[in-house]
């Protein structure tokens, strides 16, 4: 009967893990190009672990029907599997800064950050003191080719802030043409994690997939909004908070059982 008390220790642990980053989300709903988060979870059968000589369990998903062949032996937990990001378009928002970029479509803007090349949406920019194109936290814009090449080398420097965006991605200053924004897609978005202030790295034994992005668009003087609903995510808050009460009932039952067991043994012995 203790056992059990683990199952429902368990989804409390998931839901606590949903609630923070459905938290997360919320606290996120005006940073630009934020992309809201999920916990992924699943059912994990203990009987998974044991050897087929320990108890006669069928190697199937848990269901009515297998239930007595396992003699209630099993027991399912639930797993947290990870994170996932939702990556959809978040609204274009208009500012008015003739260095602000947003991108519609796919794709991503590369940067060059301490820990190299990292990829975001987030497209607020500006000119640095040495007149170069880098993004609000300072880190460098890359411009389109020479990929493989020391990344510093595709830098964007400029001789003023007074910069046009085609809707291409190509960089004018005054006349001159500076090149084009390095604007990458990935075919396997579940290879990046972020790496916090809007950015994304590549996750270990990943292949990326990655390839110059063709259906996007760039606007001018505009930014993307999170994609964040703050009404639906106020709305999961409210239902994992239920689910998370319902795991503590069932756990401060199992501990009332516990105590009454502990308590009632030595009478019965008597």
Known sequence: MSKGIFTAVSGAVAQTAQLDTI???????????????????????????????VIPVPRIPASIESFYDMQGGDKSYVDIKGTHTDFTQGSVKQTGNKLDIAIEGEGF???LTPEGLRWTRDGALKVDAEGR?????GFLVMKDGGQGQDPATRAIKV????????????????????????????????????TGLSMFGLRDNQEPEMTVAQEFQIHQGAIESSNV???????????TSRVFES????????????????????????
């Not at 194109?133 to 936290?137: D, R």
């Not at 609903?229 to 239902?239: C, D, G, L, V």
């Not at 795991?247 to 008597?270: E, N, S």
């Open 109 to 111: 803007l590369e940067v």
């Open 229 to 239: 609903n703050a009404i639906q995510e106020m709305t999961n808050m409210i239902s």
């Open 23 to 53: 938290a997360n989300n919320i606290a996120n709903v005006n940073t630009p190009a934020f992309k809201k988060d999920s916990q992924i979870f699943r059912e994990y059968l203990s009987a998974y672990e044991k050897e087929p000589n």
């Open 133 to 137: 194109l880098v993004t609000k936290q």
């Open 159 to 194: 001789n003023s802030a007074n910069l046009t965006f085609s809707s291409n991605g190509e960089i004018f200053d005054g006349a001159e043409n500076l090149g084009k924004l390095a604007v990458v897609q990935f075919g396997n978005k579940d290879s990046l994690m972020k």
């Open 247 to 270: 795991t503590q009932k069932a756990i401060q039952a199992y501990d009332q059982m516990a105590a009454k067991l502990v308590h009632d043994v030595p009478r019965l012995k008597g």
